[in-house]
């Protein structure tokens, strides 16, 4: 009777675990059509608030370009401060945030899709003031690097677009390096290759919170 009553324990636990694998592998599947299968375009708003976009996501859309970002910038934590004062997953400077109407800095920490928000309208913001340079840029080899949208971008998110501008501009004489030595010349180079094109170049980008 011990001996039965164990096998049935064996196959109870058995079927447990079997159970939370297709489990898993279901949810992975789900976002991968759902979420992953589709960043070819700018998550809006409806999928940044259902999923709230805290899955790693990979590959080389514009969501993968964006963890990418976050990544290098603070492992992808939303609620980091660093040493000079940059905030959450991408690391935002206090005036940037202004530019965008959010002074709450609090609020902005504790709120990932504020933050995701704000990413997606600082590369657009970027990418308008960046525009004609990228058109004239993209493809050209700049001390050793070779020169994309994505690389460009990312940059300017470390840099500032003027600084990136001025860099392109002087073919790569004029350089810069942030208070912790990174360089426009790294991120063009660790972050080209990624396909940022449905990134909308805007003037004014709204962040709605």
């Not at 039965?4 to 949810?27: C, D, M, T």
């Not at 980091?80 to 709450?104: A, P, V, W």
């Not at 309208?121 to 050793?144: E, F, Q, T, Y």
């Not at 990136?164 to 004489?173: C, D, F, M, Q, W």
Request: aromatic share 12%; with cysteine; glycine share 8%.
């Amino acid at each position: 009777m011990k001996k039965v009553f164990i096998l049935i324990s064996l196959s109870v636990l058995a079927f447990l675990i079997s159970s939370f694998v297709r489990v898993k592998k279901s949810n992975a599947a789900f976002f991968t059509k759902d979420v992953v299968g589709n960043i070819n375009y700018v998550p809006n708003e409806k999928e940044i608030n259902e999923y709230h976009v805290q899955i790693p996501f990979i590959g080389n859309k514009f969501i993968g370009f964006r963890e990418a970002v976050a990544f290098k910038e603070s492992q992808g934590d939303y609620q980091t401060i660093n040493s000079l004062g940059y905030l959450g997953k991408y690391q935002f400077g206090k005036s940037t945030l202004e530019r965008f109407k959010i002074y709450d800095t609090e609020l902005f920490l504790q709120t990932p899709q504020l933050q995701e928000k704000a990413f997606v309208a600082l590369c657009s913001l970027n990418k308008w003031i960046l525009i004609r340079d990228i058109k004239r840029s993209v493809g050209k080899n700049i001390n050793g690097v070779k020169i994309t949208e994505s690389g460009i971008l990312a940059a300017a998110h470390l840099a500032g677009a003027g600084n990136v501008k001025t860099y392109l501009r002087s073919n790569g004489e004029i350089k810069f390096n942030d208070a912790f030595g990174s360089s426009i010349q790294h991120y063009l180079k660790e972050f080209s290759g990624y396909d940022t094109s449905s990134i909308e170049p805007i003037k004014n980008p709204k962040v709605h919170i």
